[in-house]
């Protein structure tokens, strides 16, 4: 825990209903789901995002700045070569948690702060070379992660919670949500999106901007300052 108190202790047997719910959902919507192994000794391994970032064939796997979460991507590799990607591997003295990765079309925002370097930004920059990317370190310290802050909408705006976000300048294209969790979109394609239950306002307010919006309730990640992104990586064939 780094931005948020430790509260409540974590209900497991809800924990793995919300899961399933989450997998359901994005099943429903067409998406295949392939699990990553189990890490049993490493209690954040739930939170797949952080372990590896992909962009065209480039599957980049993370460091993060946490030394105890680098067991986490044990098996990883080994997933995404299955489905054709070409695997980089980010080293020492690089550091990159895939929470601070944000894309949308040709532009990466990277969050530099307790979990990402400038040195991690570099190396991810260098895998992608060629890519035709233009890769953006912008400053996070009032939440874990980039993502924690801001993601984007399925046109490029992208979507926060202003009293945690470090700089806006980035983003020109900025929708101001009234719940942090609000701050937290899953792209499903198209115009559908998937967000937190804990923020109904800024789902109206999407719904009211012509999103087909789906909610899941993922309170137990919640309490160890997860959301709606860390519990998937989306590959697109």
Same mark, same amino acid.
């Given at each position: 825990?780094?931005?948020?108190?430790?509260?409540?202790?974590?209900?497991? #047997?809800?924990?793995?209903?919300?899961?399933?719910?989450?997998?359901?959902?994005?099943?429903?919507?067409?998406?295949?789901?392939? !699990?990553? %192994?189990?890490?049993?000794?490493?209690?954040?391994?739930?939170?797949? !995002?952080?372990?590896?970032?992909?962009?065209?064939?480039?599957?980049?796997?993370?460091?993060?700045?946490?030394?105890?979460?680098?067991?986490?991507?044990?098996?990883?590799?080994?997933?995404?070569?299955?489905?054709?990607? @070409?695997?980089? !591997?980010?080293?020492?003295?690089?550091?990159?948690?895939?929470?601070?990765?944000? *894309?949308?079309?040709?532009?990466?925002?990277?969050?530099?702060?307790?979990?990402?370097?400038?040195?991690?930004? #570099?190396?991810?920059?260098?895998?992608?070379?060629?890519?035709?990317?233009?890769?953006?370190?912008?400053?996070?310290?009032?939440?874990?992660?980039?993502?924690?802050?801001?993601?984007?909408?399925?046109?490029?705006?992208? &979507?926060?919670? %202003? %009293?945690?976000?470090?700089?806006?300048?980035?983003?020109?294209?900025?929708?101001?949500?009234? #719940?942090?969790?609000?701050?937290?979109?899953? &792209?499903?394609?198209?115009?559908?999106?998937?967000?937190?239950?804990?923020?109904? @306002?800024?789902?109206?307010? &999407?719904?009211?901007?012509?999103?087909?919006?789906?909610?899941?309730?993922?309170? #137990?990640?919640? *309490?160890? !300052?997860?959301?709606?992104?860390?519990?998937?990586?989306?590959? @697109?064939?």
């Amino acid at each position: 825990m780094t931005h948020i108190g430790r509260s409540a202790s974590v209900d497991g #047997e809800l924990a793995l209903r919300q899961w399933q719910e989450y997998v359901d959902v994005l099943r429903r919507r067409g998406w295949s789901v392939v !699990e990553a %192994p189990p890490v049993d000794d490493c209690p954040d391994g739930v939170f797949i !995002e952080d372990q590896v970032v992909v962009h065209g064939d480039v599957a980049v796997l993370c460091r993060s700045g946490a030394t105890g979460r680098r067991g986490e991507r044990a098996g990883v590799r080994e997933v995404v070569e299955a489905y054709g990607y @070409r695997v980089v !591997e980010v080293g020492e003295p690089g550091t990159l948690d895939g929470g601070d990765v944000l *894309k949308h079309g040709h532009v990466v925002w990277v969050g530099v702060g307790g979990r990402t370097n400038l040195a991690g930004v #570099e190396q991810l920059r260098r895998a992608w070379d060629g890519h035709r990317v233009e890769v953006v370190p912008v400053p996070v310290s009032k939440v874990l992660h980039l993502k924690s802050a801001v993601t984007a909408l399925p046109d490029g705006t992208v &979507l926060g919670y %202003p %009293p945690l976000v470090d700089d806006l300048s980035p983003w020109p294209r900025f929708l101001a949500v009234p #719940e942090e969790s609000g701050s937290h979109v899953v &792209l499903l394609g198209g115009m559908s999106v998937l967000m937190s239950a804990s923020a109904p @306002r800024t789902a109206q307010l &999407l719904a009211a901007r012509g999103h087909d919006v789906t909610t899941v309730d993922i309170s #137990e990640f919640e *309490k160890l !300052e997860g959301c709606v992104t860390c519990l998937s990586v989306r590959l @697109r064939g």
